[in-house]
């Protein structure tokens, strides 16, 4: 197997999901390679969202309801965590804030507009303001105000500890809904897990007993999940309500269950990394195309279900059978909007040129132009 060396955060800054691969290196140039582990990583966690979405309507098979549960117990938070990890190079400059705004902020907005008008397209309510984020935008939402907090926790003495204080303590009061702030606290620690993540945790995570233990950890929860978990409220795992907010009993069930959870989500997250490959394989380059993915996937599974594509399957082969048919749709979806030619015709609304609506300070301007 080659190795793989993590390289500097600064070459992933967008975060996972993620945009458009960076440009071939050329010359004096030339950028660090990406890593591959970490690519590999959010293929295989995007093909997880799309597939999680795509059975979602087929829940009525108990193997579909358990798988479900499974990928949803620690697919987000795996990618919060990458995504943090990802953010190491977050300092509050201008130019990271441009980044910021350009490749998440107005994203947000887009697709929260687009995803209004499909909604109120046929009879689904929206909510009031892009405030309060809209289905899968959340993560966008989360995201910004994650980013803005990385200079927080880097002065932070204990900064994991602090951020599972905060999600407990979360848990324990009425939030509302404002950009999605209750999933926003809850899921911190995982972001924060990640900007704490060095190399020798990487390393840590290839010894042979660890991917033991991470095929062990995969398969009992697994059968947890068809046995018993996927019997539980799906809110567990969707952290976007606080128990106050679901009338949870903090004692002797909400705490020690939201830690329970968080516990297992740590668990899976480490065993994909563990178990991921760390080489470049044939799916490695379309890492680093999530956010195309992520952002448009929705539509396609809540076009087909407004027209008729979940009954239709239901009907033709059954609960079981629409499970399966509608898993190995989502895995062909996810490399379909990988394809370069939806790149190219939709670029102009995942990755919007909107440059224009930053301000360019003198100094900017002052170190384009040339010298002499």
């Not at 297992?264 to 379309?286: I, Q």
Request: aromatic share 12%; net charge positive.
């Amino acid at each position: 197997m080659a190795s793989t060396t993590t390289q500097p955060p600064s070459t992933h800054d967008r975060g996972a999901p993620e945009g458009s691969a960076p440009p071939a290196a050329t010359g004096s140039t030339a950028r660090p390679k990406r890593d591959a582990l970490l690519d590999n990583a959010k293929f295989l966690l995007i093909v997880l969202v799309v597939v999680g979405h795509a059975i979602s309507p087929t829940a009525d098979s108990h193997l579909a309801s358990a798988v479900y549960f499974w990928i949803y117990l620690f697919h987000m938070p795996a990618f919060v965590l990458i995504s943090g990890y990802l953010s190491k190079s977050f300092d509050g400059s201008g130019r990271r804030v441009d980044k910021l705004l350009t490749t998440v902020a107005v994203p947000y907005l887009v697709f929260w507009a687009i995803y209004a008008l499909q909604s109120l397209s046929v009879g689904r309510s929206v909510p009031d303001s892009p405030a309060d984020p809209l289905w899968l935008t959340w993560f966008l939402a989360a995201l910004f105000v994650w980013r803005l907090t990385v200079p927080l926790w880097k002065r932070i003495r204990w900064p994991f500890a602090v951020a599972v204080g905060v999600s407990l303590a979360g848990g324990a009061v009425a939030t509302g809904d404002i950009l999605g702030i209750s999933r926003i606290i809850s899921m911190t620690p995982f972001f924060v897990a990640g900007l704490l993540l060095e190399q020798r945790h990487f390393d840590f995570l290839r010894q042979t007993w660890v991917r033991v233990w991470a095929v062990g950890t995969v398969l009992v929860t697994t059968a947890a999940c068809y046995l018993y978990l996927e019997q539980l409220s799906l809110e567990w795992v969707y952290w976007r309500e606080s128990l106050i907010d679901r009338d949870v009993d903090l004692l002797p069930v909400g705490l020690p269950a939201r830690v329970v959870f968080l516990v297992l989500a740590f668990a899976l997250t480490a065993a994909l990394l563990s178990l991921t490959p760390r080489r470049t394989t044939w799916f490695t380059a379309l890492g680093a195309l999530t956010m195309y993915v992520y952002l448009l996937h929705g539509l396609v599974i809540r076009v087909g279900d407004s027209l008729g594509w979940y009954e239709l399957t239901n009907s033709f082969a059954g609960p079981l059978g629409s499970f399966v048919v509608n898993t190995v749709a989502g895995v062909a979806l996810t490399f379909v909007l990988c394809s370069p030619w939806v790149r190219r015709g939709t670029k102009w609304i995942v990755e919007p040129n909107v440059g224009w609506i930053l301000r360019r300070d003198r100094d900017d301007t002052a170190l384009k132009r040339p010298a002499g």
